[in-house]
């Protein structure tokens, strides 16, 4: 068994890595940090935990004490300050933030600020398994992917490392667990019946992760090396709000060679997804219900005959694909475990 | 006075043409009309209606008979069995099916059948009132426009009449209601946390709505004559459905002339606009809940700097400007009454 | 034209009252109060009223400067501090929130504090239109009754003004926005998918209103006077919280005398609201959907021919017939206007 | 590996078998039986199980094939019909329907027409396993029992084991995936924003199975015995829909002898359910969403000190614990596997 603690476990990623951890037969939870909750049994932060054999809350430093692998679901800047001792006690880390996933320019240029621990960047490998699994086997610290990320990602990968694409247009909905608890904005009676676009085309920062992610693939082809090549990559993203609790659900919009009809498109996310136990690749368009608590993304291409257009659609969970099965799955190939333990690759329905 | 009555009011728009007619300071509805519920008291058919001065449902030739303005809110291919009688009995007709919103050739490649009322089409004109005010005066026969189709062609018809583009790309949400009254597939079970594509980019008919729409923009100019002439427009559109009654959002992703930046274009959409007051322009991004139950369309125009794309977001009810305020309006210019009778530019909230 | 302010502008009884009084064809709207949002245009704080011809708010006082009369939808406690001086003034004043609603020891024993200002309390009448109108009239001081509490006492106000009735057992469920703009726990993540209750049993405020309503009625009959008589009566009931934004039901299970059946207590109710515009009694079963927006309530008494005991179900929407909308009636009969003037008693569907 | 079949697949509660089957260790689905479906794969029926490792569906006969045990999810009717077959072959059946929970004669006279196989229903146990847990064990047909009826008779057994009740009034709300797949009045459009009564005091069928098992537990005491003694209960039962999909909250208000105190009912809840691993009694309000997906009630009893009832809640997800939760349970235990296989007691959230 190893013990692993979840930091930030107050907050929906940290929920979503409790349910996953408590069906790892593998991995026991010795420790729930959450700075304001400290103290409090598992059942008063979260109901649907009430009676679940877990540690009660403690402050972080007195959560991971114990852990040999720690989950840090914390708000962006967080993670750099914890990680450098972490670490330095041998323990493993999966953080869940945006904290190191770029290169240090890049993190000041889309964050605002210097980063606190340059020095752990190129330890630091990125966490989209079904892109960098090799590099990831072993190594102690992984930066699990940012939410839309993953969504479009995957969606896209296939093309750019054929050297098919260099652009995309994305338009993305999210359900609201995305912002996080208790976000400004995200009120019932605001939400429900409302649908809006966020920060958008060149403003949200998921934008150049999604650029460094493609601009890796159209580099380096199939497996990725987090901090190696790098071609150029441009993509327009606009995020919107969908008055749902989770989910995402990308269209992308990119120009193919005109040679290549919907069989060679078919057959080149065949032979790059295949052997996946987490992506599905179908010709039945995605919706997020069909991924609903799963460890799941849903890849469908569709060529617009019309245009020449085409637009491929992918869905996941925002909380489970986009962020917390993901981090679980990350864990399991660092520690060389079985990757699917843990995790759900079917939803809930209705 | 004037005397109307509604064909199809057991339907979603139906409902909502009664909630603006009730409204209305001129229109008295003397009728009725629905297959399926002839005999049935307003009440029983809709119940926020319980009890309202209005008739009881008929079969639609009786409900029609003592009005002078017919709505058929029917679905497409009745109104063209309808709507010659009709006219022959000296009345005046708004329909809000798409029988009488493409040239026939076109109606039949994209409807898989003949147009039945062929000799009409030359009289119908297109009720998009912001670009077809000065034709629709008068007329006997108006097409309503399709709910994403007016979204759409609104928020881009400026950029396509200065002939700055040619063609989009546009990923629009809907909800539910747009489907109509017990479709297939809107279970609140299934509906509620999903959000999905649907009929993907080249398949939706409203496509050949828009193009032909923006088409004649770009030939014509301010002003359009639904007849007159088109210059080539190609889109791209993509609808999804989002777990929500009512509300349409398009997200479309344009190429504008390099030289211009936003205070050029924000001048062209004033210009365009400003005397209009179903239109609602604004640097602050739209949504959906900010135009529920309201005759409004709501753009806003935003510029990727560092890509080049803009996207173009717009908002509207689809019951309302969408379908049955659009059509409310479209009767008073017909009867030259003043636009906004019956209409409220306002929204509910929360 | 009457001049009127509201103060509490920026919450959602606040907007509600907003949306009836541009309506209303003899009130405009002078000033909009807000402490927080002093200086803004209403669309900053109101996107669905962006353009509309409405002041920007200013702070309370400016705010009612210069309307004869003003609503307050402020949160409890406020009113009683800034009644006094606006009576003073010369103006009249409806107060949305609880703080003239109760007699100074229950007030003191219901809400934890003494109460500001009970020299007002004897000149305060209590604004449940269809029970209290002849006393209404001519008023200055109103104090608009609890959301919770109109479903209710309308309810069971026939039954209890027959003698038939002295206690009540009630469960009722409201949409979250009764809670407020930006309360805690209303979270869309967190309220979808859930019901559930609060306050149980005893514990609620508004328990203490609904039995001072009944007791009354018990005492006096059809039509009541605030501080007269009144005999006791019991109720014990638990709200809920439903996944939706507006709406309240209520479910009164009564024991009436063995001897009456639905004829005499379906007469007992047509007597008592049979000229009343806004209660619709049927029946039909009441859903909140059926007055969504509307200044109406639903009531159906239904008789458990296996147990004797009847319920009584009401539905209204809790921020219109159950706040603005009755706020807008009660500034009606004080000032002898026509009493629906500014009101819709039909819903929007869907 | 026990072999398992699911009549009924295509339905929400069929649905939700194959979730818990799928995880569950020591089961195999062998047959997916549906006359709607036959010859799909499991992925065109649903979404969230395209992939999973499940046999295509077939008719019902053939579906049972090489089962050891079928489940029958089938609508009220059906499993009279098909289980004296199977049982003849046999197999053993947990059926969800109706057919098998009541007596020849109560079923007559609530569902409305004879029962076909009278000569089984002395052989069917009543499967609320936390009531009947003895008698369940090797027996070969159990009836499942409704979704209201499990939360309403588990909340009051042990005050009316005890002897302290024999009456209840009852206001439940429930997620409209209650009324199955396509049920009529489910739309999206006509659901959100809704919230109703239905089948009103004393009509619902679930009244009989509540006073059934709560005047069994007055006869019997602690464990029940399905065909054995039965004393009166009555109990006035109104479900209301809530716009959510799953859930269930019952609230039912009883009167204790006046001598019992909190911590005298505390003490008796906790007796009787202390060791049960899917009850959770707590003082915590219950709340639909913290059970959503989970195999659990959450029962809270509470005293009104002001009128002297008492208000019992409990919540369920009537899918899992409602329905499909417990039949797996059930058949755990009558085949003597842990009776946990394949069941989370935790849900999901948010």
Request: proline share 7%; with cysteine; glycine share 10%.
């Given at each position: ?11 929906y ?134 939410c ?23 338009a993305a909905a999210s359900g609201v667990s995305g912002a996080g608890r208790d976000a400004e904005g995200t009120a019932f009676a605001e939400v429900n019946e409302d649908y809006r676009p966020y ?39 606009t995020p919107h709000l969908a008055p749902m609790t989770r989910g995402i659900l ?37 919706r997020t219900k069909?991924?609903l ?22 869905a996941?969970d925002n909380l ?30 209705p």
């Amino acid at each position: 068994m190893v013990a692993v603690a979840v930091v930030g476990a107050s907050g929906y990623g940290g929920a979503e890595l409790l349910r996953a951890l408590i069906r790892h037969p593998k991995a026991r939870v010795v420790g729930l940090g959450s700075r304001g909750h400290a103290g409090a049994p598992v059942g008063r932060v979260w109901p649907q935990l009430a009676g679940a054999p877990l540690p009660a809350f403690a402050e972080p430093e007195e959560a991971a004490r114990d852990a040999e692998v720690v989950f840090l679901a914390t708000p962006n800047g967080v993670a750099m300050e914890l990680a450098p001792r972490l670490l330095a006690e041998g323990k493993r880390v999966v953080d869940l933030s945006a904290d190191f996933r770029l290169a240090a320019e890049r993190y000041r240029r889309w964050y605002g600020r210097a980063h606190a621990a340059p020095e752990l960047l190129n330890e630091a490998v990125y966490g989209l398994v079904e892109l960098h699994r090799p590099e990831i086997r072993g190594k102690r610290l992984v930066a699990n992917p940012g939410c839309y990320v993953t969504a479009v990602s995957l969606a896209l990968a296939p093309l750019a490392a054929a050297g098919w694409i260099e652009e995309a247009l994305v338009a993305a909905a999210s359900g609201v667990s995305g912002a996080g608890r208790d976000a400004e904005g995200t009120a019932f009676a605001e939400v429900n019946e409302d649908y809006r676009p966020y920060k958008p085309a060149g403003t949200h920062r998921h934008t150049v992760e999604i650029e460094q992610n493609l601009g890796r693939a159209r580099a380096q082809g199939r497996w990725l090396s987090t901090w190696g090549e790098e071609a150029p990559f441009r993509v327009s993203f606009t995020p919107h709000l969908a008055p749902m609790t989770r989910g995402i659900l990308a269209t992308a919009y990119v120009r193919l060679p005109a040679e290549l009809d919907a069989a060679d498109v078919g057959a080149r996310y065949a032979a790059f997804y295949d052997q996946e136990p987490f992506v599905h690749v179908s010709a039945e368009l995605p919706r997020t219900k069909a991924v609903l608590g799963a460890n799941r993304v849903w890849i469908t291409p569709h060529r617009d005959k019309r245009t020449g257009w085409w637009a491929v659609f992918s869905a996941l969970d925002n909380l489970v694909k986009g962020a917390a099965g993901q981090a679980v799955q990350n864990m399991n190939v660092m520690l060389g475990l079985e990757e699917s333990l843990g995790l759900e690759p079917l939803g809930l329905w209705p």
